[in-house]
């Protein structure tokens, strides 16, 4: 009798006990539960915080942008005078800068096939780039060149006929073809004011042939308020590039380690490849942490 007493006992003590212990668990998933709650409740407003303060600063930036391109815009539309010196300066010294920017510039179009692809890509990166544009171009697809300064691009001047015997026959042909191409940008864009003010001479404003015919036209052009612009990094999409790679190559060595890049590039009828490696060169470009620019940027 007293065995089974003690035993008896023994039992509901261990009966106490695990019943004890489930309490202390029940407790200890409670409180774990409870402390979740807590954490939660904490984090989720300092998340709504980052997030709120993420939202605030992102629509700023938009803001700004949306400002920057409305503006371009406002000026492509604008009547645009002549150059004064202080602007010309800016051109001259266009390759000299503290901060890394690049500016995409496109010689030789308007064209059908080429143009409004690339100015897809642009928009789609809301990157701006300057149209060195030619005049039969112009002449052929003026919609086009509508849309570029709609958007924002400028519109500078690459003269009418592309045909050296006939730009370069004598010193005053260059601002004659200056001025036949800027007529049929006023009639695109229908303001009769606008001055492309801006010129690059087809092949580079030095060396060949031409080169004497060349720099007296250049005093000519700036006897006239217009300045001139070439290139300081190019692809090579007119001189035998003939893959992405390729373009992609010459890109990255002409650009080197210059902190303001013009870049050559063509938007011709016959450079789709040129189009297709947008993409490639704008996102290499933003990599390098350039900031993109076009010549409104600095006039």
Known sequence: MMLYGIESVDKKKGKKKWILVIIIAILVIALSI????????????????????????????????NEKNNKQKEKANETVGKLTEEQIQAINHIYNSDEKRAFLTFDDGPS????????????????????????????????????????????????????????YKNETAPLEEY???????????????????????????????????????????????????????????????????????????????QNSVVILMHDAPNKDLTAKTLPDVISYLKEKGYTFCNLYDIL
């Open 34 to 65: 409870f402390g979740a709650i807590q954490v939660a409740n904490y984090l989720n407003p300092q998340k709504n915080i980052a997030q709120n303060e993420e939202e605030k600063i992102n629509s700023t930036n938009n803001q700004q942008e």
């Open 179 to 257: 001025k036949k191409t800027n007529e049929l940008i006023q009639d695109a864009l229908k303001n009769p004011n606008y001055e492309s003010n801006v010129f690059r001479f087809p092949g580079g404003s030095v060396g060949g042939y031409y080169d004497k015919i060349k720099k007296k036209a250049k005093k000519v052009f700036i006897e006239n308020n217009i300045a001139y612009l070439d290139w300081n990094a190019l692809t090579y999409d007119a001189d035998g590039a003939n893959t992405k790679k390729e373009i992609m190559e010459n890109l990255k060595n002409t650009c080197g380690n």
């Open 112 to 167: 059908y096939s080429v143009t409004p692809k690339i100015l897809d890509i642009l928009k789609e990166e809301n990157v701006k780039a300057t149209f060195f544009v030619l005049g039969t171009m112009v002449k052929s697809n003026p919609e086009i060149l509508k849309r570029e300064a709609e958007e924002g691009h400028y519109i500078a001047n690459h003269g009418y006929s592309h045909i050296y015997k006939n730009i």
